[in-house]
């Protein structure tokens, strides 16, 4: 297997800038430095649009808001919790390797590479990192891993059919589609002992502007509210519509 890139080699950032000049490209502290959590307090992330959006069960709105607040302290995760986020880390490298050689099996690609904190061109409060970027005809594409966690890991299963994923996770790769400009975007779920899965997410085109943008903006002005009703949940729900704009591949 041949060595994977950290990051965009030289000449295709510069094609990559170019190509894309809407965009920013942002220098963020260390991560989970003082300063990180500093910075990231004044963006939405793209792992945040679910929260946002009233669809990530494990995380409200109303808590997302708190922690963009000046005074908000990063607490310690519970042990549990911990461990498993540790694993997800852990495994990703692992996970992107067995995408690369999918992909160089499948069409000779060159490995994943990678772009840190993108930041949305006309929306300067709106970033994220995806996983691995591949190249496709000229274009970046965005994927995304998800490593699942479990105290016994031969219990793991990739995600079988879309409704296996949840929501939350088709906000954070639509987003991603949205910064990078891109036509679609890849959604992994790696295990160690079951396989993976690749889906293929096609572009959303009414998701970001009608959905993210306006509450990101009363976000921004100080009026958003931090509840989100079952009607407005469900109306987010059904405009993500996963089911139309995404297809198994693997």
Do not use: K, Q, T, Y
């Given at each position: 297997m041949y060595p994977r890139d950290p990051c965009l080699h030289e000449n295709d950032k510069i094609e990559y800038l170019e190509n894309t000049a809407s965009l920013v490209i942002e220098n963020f502290p260390q991560k989970g430095s003082p300063e990180w959590h500093a910075r990231r307090k004044q963006f939405i992330c793209?792992?945040?649009v679910g929260a946002l959006l009233g669809l990530d069960k494990y995380t409200s709105r109303k808590r997302l808001l708190e922690t963009k607040k000046p005074d908000w302290v990063e607490k310690k995760k519970g042990d549990v919790l911990e461990s498993y986020m540790h694993w997800g880390t852990c495994m990703e490298c692992t996970a992107l390797a067995a995408v690369d050689e999918f992909f160089f099996k499948t069409d000779g690609r060159e490995p994943c590479c990678r772009i840190e904190n993108i930041v949305h061109g006309q929306n300067h409060r709106v970033c994220g990192t995806p996983d691995g970027i591949t190249k496709e005809i000229g274009m970046f594409i965005?994927?995304?891993v998800k490593c699942p966690a479990h105290p016994s890991p031969e219990l793991c299963k990739p995600y079988e059919t879309v409704d296996d994923i949840p929501l939350k996770y088709f906000a954070q790769i639509q987003t991603y589609i949205e910064l990078l400009n891109a036509p679609h975007g890849y959604l992994v779920c790696w295990t160690m002992f079951n396989g993976m899965s690749i889906f293929v997410v096609h572009r959303n085109l009414c998701?970001?502007?009608?959905?993210?943008?306006p509450l990101i903006d009363s976000w921004?002005?100080?009026?958003?509210?931090?509840?989100v009703t079952k009607g407005e949940k469900n109306y987010h729900a059904r405009m993500l519509a996963p089911n139309t704009f995404v297809e198994k591949i693997l």
């Open positions: 793209a792992s945040e965005p994927i995304e998701m970001f502007p009608r959905l993210v943008l921004v002005v100080g009026d958003l509210s931090p509840r």
